[in-house]
């Protein structure tokens, strides 16, 4: 069974950076879509999407992301990053990456299992 496995989450002051990375635990093929998604700490939190990209390169963020996040991949590797920029507080969460997997008529969607990150104020 191919795992996600992230990485890069940590504590950081508010105005601070970190870098996420995931990578699967064995090559994958016909990888689409990658993205990243988050969790806010709290009962009745839903996880939320926060940023994907095409097998293209094409970019997507949610609106409280735009400006401050980048994310990226490497196709050779597997791996995508998400390079977080400006770090606020309400950016606390566990963030979950995820590949979209397969072909024209069956995908299947991988995830991680979490890393978490920490903006203290």
């Known amino acids: 069974q191919v795992q996600l496995v992230e990485s890069g989450g940590g504590l950081v002051q508010a105005g601070g950076s970190l870098r996420l990375s995931c990578a699967p635990s064995r090559s994958l093929l016909r990888i689409n879509n990658m993205g990243w998604y988050r969790q806010a700490p709290g009962s009745g939190k839903q996880r939320e999407l926060v940023?994907?990209?095409?097998?293209?390169?094409?970019?997507n963020y949610a609106d409280s992301v735009k400006g401050r996040f980048t994310i990226s991949r490497d196709n050779a590797k597997n791996t995508v990053y998400l390079q977080m920029n400006s770090l606020q507080a309400e950016d606390t969460a566990v963030y979950y990456c995820?590949?979209?997997?397969?072909?024209?008529?069956?995908?299947?969607?991988?995830w991680g299992q979490g890393t978490q990150v920490t903006v203290s104020s």
């Open positions: 940023s994907t990209i095409t097998s293209t390169g094409r970019t």
């Open positions: 995820n590949f979209n997997v397969g072909g024209t008529f069956t995908t299947y969607d991988y």
